[in-house]
């Protein structure tokens, strides 16, 4: 399958995005489902298929890092084709990034445990979500790590506002740059606003880099490059 450019994974295409589902068969798997995009030669690859490979190795590469730096693991993460250009997979590694970097930073977690439920709300979130829902994947992982390290249900008073609160922020961003939709971006901004509310709100203090900067913007062809605040010769976060 394709990796470069964020197109149909079978054929390279350019993707076509529907306003109401479709009747779509995967590719892959010939799974028989409802979905938002095919390419303009009518492929579909579900997000099950879409994601297997790079929620996996989201979760083992954590797992095993004794990073404190969120932004310094998704780069690192991100840079293998495991991961495609866009995709749900990005809604499992941003909170596996920041549960992993809270733990190391000296967060008070069980790592493993905390990966296995991420990994169970993360895969409930929809590939495409960021324009059909009105919301983010890469904020709404972010929420999910938020939600876990404070122990927040629909019934906790205080972690169900700060967990809102997070997404919110993040989301504020993410509406600044605008689309249309980038991955990389969107973890980027999820990460820096996270990690800075885990500052605020919880008194610990992961590492984040003095500039982040994006290394995969030939892979991505709809890249804003100099709009984009992680664009190289912006030379800042």
């Given at each position: 399958?394709?990796?470069?450019?964020?197109?149909?994974?079978?054929c390279?295409?350019?993707?076509?995005?529907?306003?109401?589902?479709?009747?779509?068969?995967?590719?892959?798997?010939?799974?028989?489902?409802?979905?938002?995009?095919?390419?303009?030669?009518?492929?579909?690859?579900c997000?099950?298929?879409?994601?297997?490979?790079?929620?996996?190795?989201?979760?083992?590469?954590?797992?095993?890092?004794?990073?404190?730096?969120?932004?310094?693991?998704?780069q690192q993460?991100?840079?293998?084709?495991?991961?495609?250009?866009?995709?749900?997979?990005?809604?499992?590694?941003?909170?596996?990034?920041?549960?992993?970097?809270?733990?190391?930073?000296?967060?008070?977690?069980?790592?493993?445990?905390?990966?296995?439920?991420?990994?169970?709300?993360?895969?409930?979130?929809?590939?495409?979500?960021?324009?059909?829902?009105?919301?983010?994947?890469?904020?709404?992982?972010?929420?999910?790590?938020?939600?876990?390290?404070?122990?927040?249900?629909?019934?906790?008073?205080?972690?169900?506002?700060?967990?809102?609160?997070?997404?919110?922020?993040?989301?504020?961003?993410?509406?600044?740059?605008?689309?249309p939709?980038?991955?990389?971006?969107?973890?980027f901004?999820?990460?820096?606003?996270?990690?800075?509310?885990?500052?605020?709100?919880?008194?610990?203090?992961?590492?984040?880099?003095?500039?982040?900067?994006?290394?995969?913007?030939?892979?991505?062809?709809?890249?804003?490059?100099?709009?984009?605040?992680?664009?190289?010769?912006?030379?800042?976060?």
């Amino acid at each position: 399958m394709a990796r470069s450019l964020g197109v149909c994974l079978v054929c390279g295409e350019p993707l076509r995005y529907f306003e109401e589902v479709q009747e779509v068969t995967c590719e892959e798997c010939g799974r028989v489902e409802t979905g938002h995009a095919v390419c303009e030669a009518g492929h579909y690859v579900c997000d099950q298929c879409h994601r297997a490979r790079g929620v996996e190795h989201v979760l083992t590469v954590c797992a095993a890092s004794d990073l404190r730096d969120p932004v310094a693991l998704a780069q690192q993460i991100m840079a293998d084709d495991a991961l495609y250009p866009n995709g749900p997979e990005h809604h499992t590694l941003v909170g596996a990034a920041l549960l992993t970097a809270y733990r190391n930073a000296g967060g008070a977690l069980d790592l493993d445990a905390a990966l296995a439920e991420l990994r169970r709300r993360s895969l409930a979130v929809p590939g495409g979500a960021c324009g059909y829902w009105g919301t983010c994947g890469a904020a709404i992982s972010a929420g999910m790590y938020c939600s876990i390290v404070l122990g927040a249900t629909p019934m906790t008073p205080v972690p169900w506002g700060q967990t809102a609160r997070l997404t919110s922020r993040i989301l504020g961003r993410l509406a600044d740059v605008g689309g249309p939709r980038c991955c990389k971006r969107s973890t980027f901004i999820a990460l820096q606003e996270a990690a800075a509310y885990t500052a605020e709100a919880m008194g610990l203090t992961m590492e984040l880099p003095a500039q982040a900067t994006c290394t995969f913007m030939a892979r991505n062809a709809e890249c804003l490059r100099t709009a984009c605040p992680f664009f190289p010769e912006h030379g800042r976060a």
